[in-house]
Nanobody, 123 residues
Framework: QLQLVDSGGGLVQPGGSLTLSCKASKYTIDLFAIGWYRQVPGKEREGVSCISSRGDKTRFVDSVKDRFTISRDNAQNTVWMQMHNLQPEDTGVYFC????????????????RGQGTQVTVSS
């Protein structure tokens, strides 16, 4: 089974930036769409971004458009999410997840996920 390890979270002031990494092992990510999800206590899990298996399609939740980007390098078996102009409402545990469908990120079709990395935006 594809194994994912996400990292890069931390404490940052409003307006700051972070880059999250999702490193895969056991198998290559070539055929998987990879998404980033955010979990906040008391709220439903939210899909934040998604990149297709070939990297030709990306999607973002409206609240992060123009602030977050997502990229991948299949040769490095890694996906990144760059987060800019972070705001307190971006706080949460972020985890990456793989969808074997390849073209989109379907929460119900997650086959593997990372353990999560905490992002805290606070002054």
């Amino acid at each position: 089974q594809l194994q994912l390890v996400d990292s890069g979270g931390g404490l940052v002031q409003p307006g700051g930036s972070l880059t999250l990494s999702c490193k895969a092992s056991k198998y290559t990510i070539d055929l998987f769409a990879i998404g980033w999800y955010r979990q906040v206590p008391g709220k439903e899990r939210e899909g934040v971004s998604c990149i297709s298996s070939r990297g030709d399609k990306t999607r973002f939740v409206d609240s992060v458009k123009d602030r977050f980007t997502i990229s991948r390098d299949n040769a490095q078996n890694t996906v990144w999410m760059q987060m800019h102009n972070l705001q307190p409402e971006d706080t949460g545990v972020y985890f990456c997840a793989a969808d074997p469908g390849g073209s989109e990120c379907r929460p119900y079709a997650i086959s593997s996920r990372g353990q999560g990395t905490q992002v805290t935006v606070s002054s």
